[in-house]
């Protein structure tokens, strides 16, 4: 990214912020509009094992479906084709939930419902990977979903706080479908990715990826036991859309530290699922309830963040963008099992569980962050990953990388074609493609646009 391409550059993070925020808002508000219509019908504790349980299971399938499409076929899965039936689809599934009557056919409406809600979340966050760099995919997931959270209290306002709970709320999630639509239509292909990259990063490997999905699942796993409150007593003590809100500022905490640095984003995340334990001993008064919601949702900003940001960056180190959204699908698992098991165990056989499922997550995650933040690095090899990174912004070939890096060192054309066994025309030529890959036109200018970018 060299200085004149800093404003295009802020213009995608705006960009990507807006699609993924107003895809979180309507998305989240037509969930939310769903399980308000269920509970007209049926028990709380059923509708919490639909929407918090099933439904999550539906939106892990329509997540696994996007990410195989990243792995398979790039393209199509980055193009504003699926994104656009899915947001047509989800829509109609939403109308027959509001305005008709038969139960069965609402729950049948609503599985359908969450499984293009989760291929939607995978076409947008999958961008964070594959279009956002590094050290900003924090703080524009974190501003996208904090415009989701407010948006939808502030949707939840008119009708004394009751508006998502009528079937005029359907115009209201049809309205912003389709200004997501018009934000759609600027979405242009993500870049291509260089086959090469996962043998040059073998920091990330299989056991790795294995260990990192088995955390966030955990993680989930231990949210949901702990914070296990019924939906139909909460909607009658607490008004959730309010709580939900404070859910932005954990989040805009969040990635603001994890783009700081990632070690510390861990950390937090790790910090607040200590939280759950005092979920569990909460009292029934109706305030002591909405505090424990309001603290829940701004800690649930700090995991939330954590398990989006984990695997977009080994998606994007490994050029994998079919890993990007793997850590929100098994998150989805997690809470669909955490929300099952909660209905089964109840007293100390809740609590034993939970504190079997927090032990394990601290052992894993002490594993996983040793693995992946381990501060013992060479200088050398930090110079090696800053080299990397930034040939992968402007997707050098390995050859333009190997010239890259020699000239960084301060190599002429003459000494590069000897070190590599080239003729100096060779060389030549790559660096001319180096220069119009990046939009420079001299070493100077490469050298200190390499320093810059490693600096900001």
Known sequence: MTMDNIPTQKNKYFYFAALIGFGFLWTGTAYIVQA??????????????????????????????????????????????????????????????????????????????????????????????????????????????????????LLSLPMNTKFLWSSVSFYAVAILAAASLILLRYLSPPPKQDNNLEQRNPKFNKKIIWLAATVLFLLSLENTLGFSFPLKSASKSVYIEFTRAFYALGLIIAGFVSDKSRRWGAICCLAALAFPFAALAH?????????????????????????????????????????????????????????????????????????????????????????????????????????????????????????????????????????????????????????KKTGLSSRSALIADFTFYNKS
């Not at 792995?71 to 899965?77: L, R, S, V």
């Not at 947008?124 to 956002?132: F, G, N, Q």
């Not at 900003?301 to 850590?327: E, H, M, N, Q």
Request: one cysteine or more; proline letters at 2%; a neutral charge.
């Open 36 to 153: 308000y219509r269920l509970l007209q019908f049926l028990d709380g504790g059923t509708v919490n094992l639909l929407v918090c349980g099933a439904y999550y299971v539906c939106q892990a399938v329509g997540i696994g479906i996007v990410g195989l499409l990243f792995a398979k076929q790039p393209t199509i899965a980055g193009g504003r084709v699926i994104p656009f039936w899915a947001t047509i689809i989800t829509v109609v599934c939403a109308a027959i939930a509001l305005f008709l009557s038969a139960v069965p056919i609402i729950i049948a409406a609503g599985v359908l419902m969450n499984i293009t809600i989760g291929v939607l979340s995978g076409c947008y966050l999958t961008r964070l990977a594959t279009d956002i760099p590094q050290q900003r995919r924090g703080i524009v997931f974190g501003v996208a979903y904090a415009l989701g959270s407010i948006g939808t209290w």
């Open 283 to 435: 009292g029934n008064n109706a305030v002591g309830e909405t505090a424990m919601w309001i603290i829940a949702y701004m800690f649930l900003g700090f995991w939330s963040t954590y398990r989006i940001l984990l695997f977009s960056d080994i998606s994007a180190k490994r050029a994998l963008p079919g890993l990007a959204v793997a850590g929100l699908l098994v998150g989805r698992l997690g809470e669909a099992l955490g929300t099952f098991g909660a209905s089964v165990l109840t007293g100390t056989s809740l609590i034993v569980a939970s504190g079997v499922v927090f032990a394990l997550v601290i052992a894993l995650f002490f594993s996983l962050y040793q693995k992946i933040y381990s501060p013992t690095i060479t200088a050398q090899e930090m110079e090696k990953q800053q080299l990397l990174e930034y040939a992968n912004r402007f997707h050098l070939s390995l050859r333009e990388q190997e010239i890259f890096d020699l000239i960084v060192q301060g190599m002429s054309n003459i000494e590069i074609a000897t070190a590599l066994f080239i003729t100096e025309s060779t060389v030549k030529f790559h660096v001319g493609n180096i220069f």
